[in-house]
């Protein structure tokens, strides 16, 4: 036990003593978090650019009706040049150029902004589609009508911060875990220090057991930081009751990825190659995985593909818990998945370790 505690110690120490570890570990995955969250921070609330050509009753009947929402809607310009208001659509200057001759509405808009020109297209046709449902309950007010009540399943605060801390918070403890275990490895021995370790009187278990634990409390800080930041007023992360699920599903995450940078550590010979294999397995899986994005919003195949990755099976149980409320239960069938993981690939490397480079 005394060998498991100095060997713990030391193996901390020269973790937070080495500046260059703290930033690829914490502070460099938390930049992405800034950034991103900063960056879509409004995302849900964009509104359409719009040039409006002469007068146009569809919009000013809207703008009298509800003009709260209206502003939300929309930034509208007003301009009597069609072919103007047309080039400035073309260049990218406004999302719509819209003009009305009697009951016919005319909408210019851009194929090469395909998400703006939806959003455009369809909050028009909805305006103009209410217009005439409003005119038809006038003519024939004794005849029925469907009516669609549209109700988000998550909470109105929801935004993109909810979907980044997950992700994000994923792929930091697979840089930690991954990068960790193969510099430890590589480095101890090419120092010759596994060897020394081997002949001492510290235990296999001993040595592996502290690497560990300096990884879990290493997760620990990261899910302590991530939630503070994220937390700020100006992100405005709302987690859910079961956060704190986030916890073992991150240990158990380490662990996976602990057992991945075995893997990588067996095979380098240098810390450059440990960090150029690392990056190799660690960036295309945060891809494949949804820490930057939501995985429905990728092709099939991708989405196919990420289901051999440990990292989508840890975004997908913390957005559970941490974001959606999903109770613990639901998150067995990704923890059974990771430990799996854990067991072959940890068997894998079991296999591969070496002493020294003879």
Excluded: C
């Excluded at 909408?107 to 455009?120: F, K, N, P």
């Excluded at 994220?230 to 992360?237: D, E, M, Q, R, T």
């Amino acid at each position: 036990m005394k060998s498991f505690l100095s060997l713990t110690k030391a193996l901390f120490l020269g973790f937070v003593r080495d500046k260059v570890s703290l930033f690829f570990v914490i502070v460099f995955p938390l930049m992405f978090l800034v950034i991103f969250g900063a960056l879509f921070q409004d995302s849900g609330t964009a509104t359409t650019k719009l040039i409006q050509i002469g007068d146009v009753p569809v919009l000013d009947s809207m703008a009298e009706a509800d003009p709260d929402q209206y502003e939300a809607l929309f930034e509208v310009t007003h301009d009597d040049d069609l072919d103007a208001a047309v080039e400035a659509v073309r260049q990218g200057d406004a999302d719509a150029a819209i003009k009305q001759d009697g009951d016919e509405v005319t909408v210019y808009y851009s194929a090469a902004d395909s998400t703006g020109s939806a959003m455009v297209l369809s909050t028009v046709d909805g305006i103009v589609n209410a217009g005439n449902l409003a005119q038809l309950q006038a003519a024939a007010p004794d005849v029925p009508q469907i009516m669609v009540t549209n109700e988000q399943v998550e909470s109105g605060s929801l935004s993109a911060i909810q979907y980044l801390t997950p992700g994000l918070l994923g792929w930091a403890v697979s840089i930690s875990g991954v990068f960790g275990a193969a510099a430890t490895l590589v480095d101890w021995r090419r120092n010759k220090l596994l060897r020394r370790l081997r002949l001492s009187p510290v235990s296999i278990p001993a040595v592996i057991g502290a690497r560990i634990g300096v990884s879990m409390v290493t997760a620990v800080v990261q899910l302590a930081v991530f939630i503070a930041v994220a937390s700020l007023p100006f992100f405005g992360l709302q987690l859910t009751g079961y956060w704190w699920m986030a916890l073992p599903i991150l240990l158990i995450g380490t662990l996976t990825f602990l057992a991945v940078g075995m893997v990588v550590g067996a095979i380098a010979k240098t810390s450059e190659g440990a960090s150029g294999l690392g990056n190799l397995i660690v960036m295309p899986m945060a891809f494949a995985s949804g820490s930057f994005f939501p995985l429905e919003q990728s092709p099939q195949w991708l989405q196919t593909i990420s289901w051999i990755s440990p990292l989508r099976y840890i975004n997908d149980a913390l957005l559970a818990v941490m974001v959606r409320g999903n109770d613990p239960i639901s998150v067995l069938p990704q923890i059974g998945m990771l430990l799996a993981f854990t067991l072959v690939v940890g068997l894998v490397a079991w296999r591969m370790f070496r002493w020294d480079d003879l």
